[in-house]
Structures are given as C-alpha cells and as structure tokens.
C-alpha cells in the first residue's frame, strides 16, 4: 500500500499500490518545506521506479503533472549552477535562457555526478527544497499552470506532491517565461 503523509490534513487521491519502500523526505528537503510553510503531501516510491517515465506509469501520474528539478552547470570560473524545474512534457532551454539567467556564455546538464555532490541527491529525486542557497531555482511558467505537480523528494524513495504556487514561497525561486519548450 503507498504510504502518504501530509503537513495539511488534506489527501490526495492516487491509485493505491503495492510497495514494500516506507520511506521518508530527505531530512534537509522537508525541513526546507516545513520552514517555508510549504503545503506538500508525501509519497514513498520504489527507487528502481524514480525516474520520470516509470514512475508516471507505474503511479499514474500524467507526463503534465511532472515536474523535473534539474541541475544546469554554467561554463564559469567558478561553475554557476541552477536549479531548474519543468515539465516533464518540455524541453529546458539551457543554451539561451537558462545562459541567459546565469550570465554566461555556455552552460550543459551537470552529470550525475555534479548533482549529487552539489546537491547531495541522486538523479530521480532531484528537488529544489534543501539545495544549497546560492544555488538560484529557475521555475518555468508551464508548471506554474498545472494545478498539481509531483516531485522529487530529495531521495529516489520518495516524491512531493504540490500545488506549483506553492513553490513562490520558497527563497531563491524565480518564475521563468520560456524556461523550456515543448517536446516536439
């Protein structure tokens, strides 16, 4: 059975699954949530189903209802990044807009290994609540008009579920026109 748990007392309505994960936020991802007074619903998730495509199948969730948190690394002296979140169903502009809000040149997806040692969390659970401060997050305006969005929880066990004007409450978030494109 999925666990869900709630800061608001509200719940929310999602197929009910079999999985053997009970798991929690990432400490730092929920009090990051919890001090900004962020209304969120948790739920625990199989890591080996994190990543976007699968999880949606296997929770059903829409492609429109997830929004991706990715780590861009700017080409600088020293690295620039940013933390940025859209839709699942878009494409992130990293060579013009995404260099446009870091104010630099050329900029590139950070591996693997740079999200994790940047921001402490594994790709698939990649979220912008518990990054470091100076890490600046660039939301795309696409996610702002969904009316739930799921995502990453700051591990790959677990997810945030939000409504996306939630995410104006929190320090450092920056609403974006044309932050990405949609997939052709």
Do not use: W
């Amino acid at each position: 059975m999925i666990q869900k748990k709630t800061n608001r007392g509200g719940s929310y309505k999602v197929s009910l699954l079999y999985t053997a994960y009970m798991s929690t936020l990432l400490g730092r991802t929920q009090a990051a949530l919890d001090t900004a007074g962020i209304v969120y619903d948790v739920l625990d998730c199989d890591p080996d189903l994190a990543d976007t495509a699968a999880f949606c199948e296997a929770y059903h969730f829409r492609l429109d209802q997830s929004a991706n948190a990715i780590l861009v690394a700017g080409k600088a002296d020293p690295t620039k990044y940013a933390c940025c979140i859209v839709l699942a169903t878009t494409r992130l502009d990293v060579n013009k807009t995404v260099c446009k809000q870091l104010g630099v040149k050329r900029a590139s997806f950070a591996s693997s290994e740079q999200t994790k040692a940047v921001t402490g969390m594994e790709i698939g659970g990649v979220t912008p609540f518990g990054i470091p401060e100076n890490i600046p997050i660039l939301v795309d305006t696409a996610v702002m008009h969904a009316s739930t969005v799921v995502m990453g929880g700051g591990n790959r066990s677990s997810k945030v579920i939000l409504n996306p004007q939630e995410l104006t409450k929190y320090p450092g978030v920056t609403i974006v026109e044309d932050l990405a494109k949609p997939k052709q």
